[in-house]
């Protein structure tokens, strides 16, 4: 699960990794041999297909085919080429996971002198060399890049790939040499190194690089406290997860989005029933890294919410649900508040329904009581009415007992 958790925290950049036991399903669509003959057939008559530079790349379905003969090609045909489009395309291949044709792209600019390159292509070709050719390609790259290029960026793009795939050694070791380089710190760099930290367990490390970024007087995101705050979280330092919640409410660049967060943060500490863990406690090993895990999601969903990322908590959630693990009642508690919070009241009732058929999960409709409780003492007043009414429209409401 940490290998997720570090993907998706990370993807509002060009980094995306998976899970291995956590498979995408593929959805195949048969057609009938009338509807190829007639709609199909008909549409492709009067449709002529079209005929660009992204279209032409596309088509290229096996890696082996080259994208540098279309580029090529596209040339000899009389059309200019602009770095702009080259960097769309590019974009987009690495969206589709179509790693080698995006890096042939940025290995045709670089070997094209009218097209000056910027530290995020370099960056991107770094993080595309790791993906097609493995860490040492990648790593081999940047060092025989000019000192002028080994900027802010691609030495994050290198520490990403370390990270990626939790060399933690040469990621503490590059992290130590970005330090004492010349270079301007940013936020992307830390958040590296937290994530780095998050993944292979060591939560106590992750404090460690907030005092550094503060000290640096770098400005945390909503990534970085998002972070922190899973750390303390999954450590059962709840007083910890409350003390950082008053400092982003006390953030003058606190938005929407991070007043959001906060609130469904409190929301899952109060009816999620998190309490601080007794110093001394013994927990079974295996049991305490499983609940990290579950607790380093359920904090990604919030981030998610926060930000207003409908597609990435549907994304978590699914994938979570594909565990065939034994969800949480705090796990509801996160995805049912996360959608309210977002007004997305049909996601509520399919997830309520589905929890309902479960074999893995148990059905408990506490869990909507303490929800109610919760959006009652955070004086969310619309939110508590919305959620009520559905449970009442759909015959969802606890009976008193159930409390």
Not at 30 to 53: A, H, I, M, R, Y
């Amino acid at each position: 699960m940490q290998n997720l958790y570090q993907s998706l925290s990370n993807s509002r950049n060009v980094f995306i990794n998976s899970r291995q036991w956590i498979r995408g399903r593929l959805a195949f669509r048969f057609l009938s041999l009338s509807t190829l003959e007639s709609g199909v057939l008909e549409e492709s008559q009067n449709s002529p297909e079209k005929d660009d530079l992204k279209s032409r790349m596309f088509k290229l379905r096996l890696p082996k085919r080259s994208a540098t003969n279309v580029l090529q090609r596209w040339l000899s045909e009389g059309n200019q080429i602009h770095i702009s489009e080259l960097r769309n395309i590019s974009k987009e291949l690495r969206r589709a996971q179509r790693y080698k044709h995006a890096l042939e792209i940025l290995e045709w600019m670089v070997s094209h002198d009218e097209f000056k390159l910027s530290d995020t292509d370099y960056a991107v070709r770094i993080d595309l060399i790791t993906k097609v050719f493995g860490i040492d390609a990648a790593e081999s790259y940047f060092e025989s890049l000019p000192p002028p290029v080994k900027t802010s960026e691609t030495y994050t793009a290198l520490l990403h790939s370390y990270a990626g795939s939790k060399l933690t050694d040469k990621a503490e070791e590059l992290y130590k040499r970005i330090k004492e380089s010349n270079i301007q710190l940013n936020i992307l760099l830390y958040n590296e190194m937290m994530t780095l930290y998050m993944s292979v367990g060591q939560m106590e490390k992750v404090s460690l690089i907030v005092e550094e970024l503060k000290h640096q007087k770098v400005v945390p995101d909503l990534f970085t406290y998002n972070l922190w705050i899973s750390s303390c979280a999954a450590t059962l330092d709840i007083d910890g997860v409350r003390r950082i919640l008053k400092e982003i409410s006390n953030n003058s660049r606190a938005n929407d989005g991070w007043v959001r967060y906060r609130r469904l943060a409190e929301i899952y500490i109060i009816a999620g029933h998190l309490v601080n863990s007794e110093p001394g406690s013994l927990v079974e090993a295996g049991k305490n890294t499983i609940q990290r895990d579950w607790i380093t999601y359920d904090f990604l969903i919030i981030l998610y919410a926060g930000l207003g990322n409908k597609d990435k908590i549907d994304q978590i959630w699914k994938s979570l649900k594909m565990t065939k693990q034994k969800i949480k009642g705090r796990s509801y508690v996160c995805i049912l508040s996360s959608y309210v919070m977002l007004g997305h009241m049909k996601d509520v009732e399919i997830v309520i329904e589905e929890w309902k058929k479960s074999t893995t999960s148990d059905f408990d409709i506490s869990i909507f009581y303490r929800l109610l409780d919760a959006f009652a003492e955070l004086g969310l007043t619309e939110e508590a009415e919305t959620f009520h009414e559905l449970l009442i429209r759909e015959n969802y409401l606890p009976t008193d007992e159930s409390r």
